[in-house]
């Protein structure tokens, strides 16, 4: 099971930015799908951005444009830079990593983003 750790949220203002941080336990990234998902609400958790070993990228129509992810295989980490941000953006934000071989997903604690003026 891969541990995953999710930093950079907070409460924002409408049209503001924040990048959010995950950083994975080990030397992971070969093996495995990087992603960000959330869940506001009442409502269930739903793909944001995924990103692969080698970089190919894959976002939510309600995010493109806004949003990007990325990873820093050195530092095992991946990022989600959130721009632009509305009021429905507000959600708790997980990190998942996806492995391709088992199939098995892991998923950090989630971390609070409110966008709100």
């Known amino acids: 099971q891969v541990r995953l750790v999710e930093s950079g949220g907070g409460l924002v203002q409408p049209g503001g930015s924040l990048r959010l941080s995950c950083a994975a336990n080990?030397?992971?990234?070969?093996?495995?799908?990087m992603g960000w998902y959330r869940q506001a609400p009442g409502k269930q958790r739903e793909l944001v951005a995924t990103i692969t070993d080698s970089g190919n990228t894959n976002y939510a129509d309600a995010v493109k444009g806004r949003f990007t992810i990325s990873r820093d295989n050195a530092e095992n980490t991946v990022y989600l830079q959130m721009s632009s941000l509305k009021p429905e953006d507000t959600a708790v934000y997980y990190c998942n990593a996806y492995h391709v071989f088992t199939r098995r997903d892991s998923w950090g604690q989630g971390t609070q983003v409110t966008v709100s003026s």
């Open positions: 080990g030397n992971i990234f070969s093996m495995y799908v």
